[in-house]
């Protein structure tokens, strides 16, 4: 059974959450500071972690990357918040996706389905795929630079991989959301943050990408 | 009458002031030149009939003179002309009566009483001076002297000074174009700040930096602006406060909407209906609530990035379940606009849920471009919009007569209010016609991309 973790202050938010989700199936636990959180995860690791932006003590942002240093767990934001700065930072700050309060459970459960397709395969005899420096083994689940492992989360993975698959060509953020999101449509600033956080862990110089290159208008591509 | 304005009024306060002073020195001038010319023109004028009138004198002293060949012996040049009375009688050089005619008779009178005069005359060929001189023995001496060559001058100086004086006029108009331009300056950079203002540049600030005159303008200008962008920054904060205030409960509702709409089988009949109304309403202050503070946002300047307006619109269709052919895009016409895609996307989502609210379903979904405009039309087959309501509709809770008529409100009345503020913040129009055929016809049109 699939778990989720609420990091949530608001006391009836948190225990509305859980009750829904525990009736959705599943195993729900809810943390009222991001201290209790995180303190939580270590000692009973959950599948997913929804986290609000605005806690007392350590914040959201942190948090996210308190959890980031960990594992790469996937974390949804689930926040009142819905300025594109207080989105971008939340992505940057490492969560995989964002939803802004309030979220009916059917598109919460959808997102937590869609990220629980995006784990990763660890095959052994895989297919290697070369960009220069960079090795992707997308079977294997492992990325490479110069023969050193590159920490990606999960989405970053699907990201990269989906971008590999379809070597020099040019995918739009909309087909990119549907193929590593699973959204029909949706927030194409998703795309771009984690463009950005791919590109500042596999390029020499994220300001001037080689590998991972905008094309204006059109979208992203992966090139050698 | 449209008053005039301030630069054309000073123009004309400059044209008109350089014109009175430019006319009176002219007056002035022509009048003092005349008076020195005349008064030297009569002193020579003067001295010469003295002298003819001596050789006269001399000539007529001898016993029964020929005063004709006394006459004619005066070294008298064209411009002169002399005559004789003796006796009551007229001589003169030649048969020219008009001359006797030109002398007045208050003249001969004086003259008559053994007086010198001069007087100014019309003649028949122009201005003269009109001598008599009193030779004695009941004759007396005139000459004619005619003016003809210092009316030219006159006539040359008059019409030089007119020209001077238009000159200065004009002269004047330009200076005060000039100057009122050039005062007026401050003015033209002030409309700018405000119109940048207006345009949501809250960082326009006027330069108090500039001409020490223009401190108080520019600070209590720059002041107001303060004020406003205060006043702004405070109605954000506001509205991403209540913005909070109010998802945080909601997101309370519809999380516990939720477990009661799962467990809906366990509940009684009253119970279930109950939850289900809770269920419904829940979801439909969600939609408000979203609504509202897209609207309280909405006047934010869009960010604007290329979108394929095509793909766009077939994905918006297929989300709500419509065919991908109902979107039909002017041939040759470039789908990639330049527009805010969150928003855009919400000006067809809305259309095209408020065609299926009240128009049946929308019938078709056109992109394209028209004397260079780019538009986007969404077509449905309803009753359409009587012309009374097309304005009202893109107001905020408005919504469709035979909607409310009939108690099926479901929509938030936001619509297309947001749909009016998303095209408005792209600079550009909306507005519903009748389709031909029957039903409305919503055009949304944009300005072209400034590249």
Redesign the interface.
């Known amino acids: 059974m699939a778990s989720v973790l609420v990091i949530e202050d ?1 006391d ?2 948190r225990s ?2 859980v ?2 989700l525990e ?2 199936g599943y195993t729900a636990y809810g943390a009222a500071t991001a201290e209790d959180g995180l303190a939580h995860q270590q000692a009973q690791p959950a599948d997913t972690v929804l986290v609000d932006l605005m806690l007392p003590g350590l914040d959201g942002y942190e948090c996210i990357r308190e959890l980031r240093r960990h594992d790469d767990v996937p974390v949804v934001v ?1 926040s ?5 700065h207080d989105i971008v930072a939340g992505l940057e700050a490492g969560a995989d996706d964002y939803l ?7 598109e919460l459960t959808a997102r937590l389905r869609a990220l629980r397709r995006r784990t990763r395969p660890t095959g052994q005899a895989a297919p290697t795929l070369s960009f220069g420096d960079l090795q992707i083994r997308p079977l294997a689940g492992e990325v490479t630079r110069n023969g050193a492992r590159i920490a990606l989360t999960r989405t970053e993975f699907r990201l990269l991989c989906e971008l590999a698959q379809h070597a020099g060509l040019v995918l ?1 953020r ?1 087909q990119l959301l549907e193929r590593v999101w699973e959204y ?2 949706g ?2 600033r998703l795309v771009d943050v984690h463009v950005g956080r791919l590109r500042a862990k596999i390029e020499d110089e994220p300001g001037n990408p080689r590998h991972l290159v905008t094309v ?3 979208g992203y591509k992966l090139q050698r | 009458m449209r008053r005039a304005g301030l630069r054309t009024r000073v123009t004309a306060g400059f044209a008109a002031g350089a014109l009175a002073i430019s006319a009176a020195v002219a007056l002035l001038s022509y009048d003092l030149t005349r008076r020195t010319l005349l008064a030297g023109r009569e002193r020579s004028a003067t001295r010469a009939a003295f002298f003819d009138a001596n050789v006269a004198r001399a000539g007529l002293a001898a016993d029964n003179p020929d005063v004709v060949e006394v006459l004619r012996n005066l070294d008298i040049g064209s411009t002169r002309r002399a005559v004789v009375r003796r006796n009551g009688q007229w001589y003169a050089r030649n048969a020219d009566a008009g001359v006797t005619a030109a002398i007045p008779a208050a003249l001969q009178q004086r003259v008559g009483n053994n007086q010198f005069a001069v007087q100014r005359v019309h003649t028949d060929t122009g201005m003269a001076l009109a001598i008599g001189i009193p030779l004695g023995d009941g004759t007396q001496f005139y000459v004619l002297d005619s003016l003809d060559e210092l009316d030219q001058t006159m006539r040359v100086l008059s019409l030089v000074l007119t020209l001077v004086a238009a000159g200065t006029t004009a002269a004047g108009a330009a200076l005060g174009a000039y100057a009122s331009r050039r005062v007026l300056r401050p003015l033209t950079t002030v409309a700018e700040a405000a119109r940048d203002i207006s345009a949501g540049d809250l960082n326009a600030r006027l330069d108090t930096a500039g001409d020490p005159d223009l401190k108080q303008l520019t600070t209590s200008f720059n002041d107001m602006v303060d004020q406003l962008a205060n006043r702004i920054e405070r109605d954000r904060r506001f509205a991403a406060d209540v913005s909070h205030e109010l998802r945080s409960p909601l997101q309370t509702l519809a999380a516990a909407a939720s477990v009661l709409h799962h467990r809906r089988d366990q509940l009684d009949d009253r119970t279930a209906r109950a939850a289900d109304l809770v269920t419904d309403e829940v979801g439909r202050f969600q939609a408000l609530v979203t609504d509202l503070l897209e609207l309280a946002r909405a006047d934010q300047p869009p960010e604007r990035s290329p979108v394929d307006v095509a793909e766009l619109a077939r994905r918006v269709c297929h989300s709500r379940h419509l065919p991908d052919d109902l979107v039909t895009i002017t041939p040759d016409h470039q789908t990639t606009w330049l527009v805010d895609p969150r928003r855009f996307e919400q000006v067809l989502a809305n259309l095209l849920d408020n065609a299926a609210r009240y128009g049946g379903a929308p019938v078709a979904v056109r992109l394209g471009s028209a004397s260079g405009l780019r538009y986007l039309e969404v077509d449905d087959e309803g009753p359409g919009v009587p012309p009374q309501d097309r304005q009202a509709i893109f107001d905020r809770f408005v919504r469709g007569r035979t909607a409310s008529a009939r108690g099926e409100a479901d929509g938030t009345g936001l619509g297309l209010a947001l749909v009016a503020q998303h095209v408005n913040a792209h600079g550009g129009r909306v507005f519903v016609t009748d389709r031909p055929g029957g039903g409305a016809r919503f055009r949304v049109e944009l300005p072209p991309d400034t590249p």
């Open positions: 608001d009836r938010i509305s959450l009750l829904a009736d959705e689930v009142a918040r819905s300025d594109t802004v309060k309030p979220v009916a459970i059917k739009s909309q029909e449509y927030d194409e204006r208008g059109l």
